[in-house]
C-alpha cells in the first residue's frame, strides 16, 4: 500500500526548474481532476521530460500553433493527440532557457475509481490509468484542457503529497525513436501501475 498526505496545490515555482528534475519530482505527487461534479484523484507513477534540445520533442523545431503552451508560463496543461487515438496530458516544466514539459504516463487510481471504471469501460483498477492514453480517458482530459493553468483549483491540477518506502528510479523512454537511449523516464520502482515494468 502507499501512504499518503494532502498538501497544497503545486506552486508555478515547482515547474519553473529543468524538465527533467520536475519530471523526476513528479513522481509521488496526485493528480487531480474535477469534472462533471466528480472528484478524481490518482498518485503519479510514471512521467517522462521532454525539453526542446531533446530531438523527440515536440519543442524541437520550435514555437508552433501546436506547441505554443510548452513555450509559455510553466505550470499549464499541453494536450496532444496522439497516433490519432488518444489524448496526452503534459505539464509545461521548464527553467528560463528551454522549452519544455513532463508527458505524466501512468497513475495509481486512488479516488473517484468507479468514474474512472466507466470513463475507461473496464473494472480492473490496475489497468485504469497505466499508460498516458489510459489516463486521460479516465480522468476525462481532452484537447479542451489544452493551456488550462495547473498551479491553480479549476478542474485539473496536482497537489503534494509524500510516499514512503518507495523509490524514484530512472529508465529509458518508450515508444520514441530519436533519443531513445537517454534516462528520461521515472517511475515509482516496484508499482503495478506503470505502463511497462522496467527492465
Not at 34 to 60: C, K, M, Q, W
Not at 93 to 116: F, K, S, T
Not at 167 to 179: D, E, N, P
Request: net charge positive; hydrophobic share 40%.
Amino acid at each position: 500500500m502507499v501512504y499518503y498526505r494532502i498538501m497544497n496545490i503545486l506552486a508555478r515555482s515547482f515547474y519553473e526548474r529543468d524538465t527533467s528534475e520536475v519530471a523526476h519530482d513528479l513522481i509521488g505527487k496526485i493528480v487531480v481532476r474535477e469534472v462533471h461534479g466528480h472528484l478524481l484523484r490518482g498518485i503519479i507513477v510514471e512521467t517522462e521530460s521532454y525539453r526542446n534540445d531533446d530531438p523527440s520533442s515536440h519543442a524541437f523545431r520550435g514555437k508552433t500553433v501546436r506547441t505554443t503552451a510548452l513555450f509559455g508560463p510553466a505550470g499549464h496543461a499541453y494536450i496532444y493527440f496522439s497516433y490519432g487515438i488518444h489524448w496526452c496530458l503534459n505539464i509545461v516544466a521548464h527553467d528560463n532557457h528551454h522549452a519544455g514539459g513532463v508527458l505524466i504516463r501512468a497513475l495509481e487510481p486512488v479516488q473517484g475509481i468507479e468514474i474512472m471504471q466507466k470513463n475507461r469501460g473496464i473494472q480492473k483498477i490496475i489497468q485504469l490509468a497505466n499508460g498516458p492514453g489510459k489516463l486521460t480517458e479516465a480522468l476525462h482530459i481532452t484537447k479542451a484542457d489544452y493551456g488550462i493553468d495547473m498551479t491553480v483549483k479549476n478542474g485539473l491540477y496536482v497537489i503534494d503529497h509524500s510516499i514512503e518506502l518507495k523509490k524514484v528510479i530512472a529508465t529509458t523512454r518508450i515508444g520514441i525513436s530519436k533519443a531513445h537511449d537517454l534516462p528520461l523516464r521515472f517511475c515509482l520502482k516496484d508499482s503495478p501501475y506503470l505502463s511497462v515494468k522496467p527492465e
